[in-house]
Nanobody
């Protein structure tokens, strides 16, 4: 059974930085593509970034490109989201997600059967 646990959220001022972590437990972390999504109150869950199983490919939402960086450490079973130049509009609950084993990378919520519980990121102006 795959379990994902996010950490690292908090309150930060606009222009600041934050690093989110997502710890994976299950059979084989490196068999999964990993992604970050976010959701603000009353809005749909939106794609943020995704990374391939070996870290060689990464894709970003246009709204975060150049500010956020997704990375993974397969030895530590952890995926990260480094966020810089944060804006109030980045305020949301951030969720970590994993594809099924060998699954394709996706920007859609439906492409991920495994989800963490989320971590709150609040950016003050």
């Amino acid at each position: 059974q795959v379990q994902l646990v996010e950490s690292g959220g908090g309150l930060v001022q606009a222009g600041g930085s934050l690093r989110l972590s997502c710890a994976y437990s299950g059979r084989s972390f490196s068999d999964h593509g990993m992604a970050w999504f976010r959701q603000s109150p009353g809005k749909e869950r939106d794609f943020v970034a995704v990374i391939s199983w070996n870290g060689n490919s990464a894709y970003y939402a246009d709204s975060v490109k150049g500010r956020f960086t997704i990375s993974r450490d397969n030895a530590k079973n952890t995926v990260y989201l480094q966020m810089a130049s944060l804006r109030p509009v980045d305020t949301a609950v951030y969720y970590c997600a994993a594809t099924r084993v060998g699954g394709l990378l996706s920007r859609q919520v439906g492409g991920y059967p495994y989800w963490g519980q989320g971590t709150q990121v609040t950016v003050s102006s």
